[in-house]
């Protein structure tokens, strides 16, 4: 599993930023086209244009995949695997933030967010 300092998860920053731009449209526009196959039950046309949409996400969500970030939630949502005091955590970040600024501990999850009060505890961490 690759692991980020906090200075590299924040230049990746502008990229997610324009990544989750392009992607909140097609984000959008498939909510609503499961939200009509919900309501409305199959149709065709409907469940073409979802299976367009989704291909549509995983070609602008694959970079980020590939470098080993963590997608949460299409909307903004990824996580950065990092090391803290030895162990595993995630640095976090939610569109549209403009730094990585929070942390949590892999099990706790966006609601166990926490601020990065020490930037140094999230140094880049080399693996052999």
Avoid at 3 to 18: C, D, H, I, K, M
Avoid at 46 to 53: F, G, I, T, Y
Avoid at 71 to 98: N, Q, S
Wanted: proline share 5%.
């Amino acid at each position: 599993m690759r692991q980020f300092g906090l200075e590299e998860a924040n230049r990746l920053v502008p990229f997610l930023t324009r990544t989750f731009e392009a992607a909140r449209p097609v984000v959008n526009r498939l909510a609503l086209i499961l939200e009509s196959l919900e309501r409305r039950g199959s149709r065709t046309d409907l469940l073409e244009e979802r299976e367009a949409l989704s291909r549509q996400l995983e070609q602008l969500f694959g970079p980020v995949q590939e470098l080993g970030i963590e997608l949460k939630a299409a909307d903004g949502l990824v996580d950065f695997p990092a090391m803290r005091e030895g162990r595993v955590v995630y640095l976090c970040w939610r569109y549209p933030e403009k730094e990585v600024s929070h942390w949590h501990e892999v099990e706790a999850g966006f609601d166990g967010r926490q601020r990065i009060e020490s930037p140094e505890e999230f140094a880049a961490t080399f693996l052999c």
